[in-house]
């Protein structure tokens, strides 16, 4: 089993910056690829970054490549993404996940890839 509690969100106006951070527990946390997603009211789940297990690689949807930067850190349990250049339109529950295969080497974009996920974080980007 795998535990993810998510922090960090709040109130932001346009052009601002947030840190979001996904603490995870349970002995396999760390060897799970881990991502972040969003949803907004009545839409479904929409994939934002994934980082592999090693942090060797890392994968974002257009939408946010260039502002937002997922990373991990692997000896506290901890995956970070950093958002710059917020906008309105980034209003959103954000949430982490983490996949439900081990030690798996590839990149996961689709919410199917991931089994465990936190309660989310609100985020609101203020015009």
């Known amino acids: 089993q795998v535990q993810l509690v998510e922090s960090g969100g709040g109130l932001v106006q346009a052009g601002g910056s947030l840190r979001l951070s996904c603490a995870a527990s349970g002995r396999t946390a760390s060897s799970r690829a881990m991502g972040w997603f969003r949803q907004t009211p009545g839409k479904g789940r929409e994939f934002l970054a994934t980082?592999?297990?090693?942090?060797?690689?890392?994968y974002y949807a257009d939408s946010v490549k260039g502002r937002f930067t997922i990373s991990r850190d692997n000896a506290n349990n901890t995956v970070y993404l950093q958002m710059n250049s917020l906008k309105p339109e980034d209003t959103a529950i954000y949430y982490c996940?983490?996949?439900?295969?081990?030690?798996?080497?590839?990149?996961?974009?689709?919410?199917?890839?991931?089994?465990?996920w936190g309660q989310g974080t609100q985020v609101t980007g203020s015009s």
């Open positions: 996940g983490a996949s439900s295969t081990v030690a798996a080497g590839r990149l996961m974009t689709a919410s199917y890839d991931y089994v465990y």
């Open positions: 980082i592999t297990y090693s942090a060797g690689n890392t």
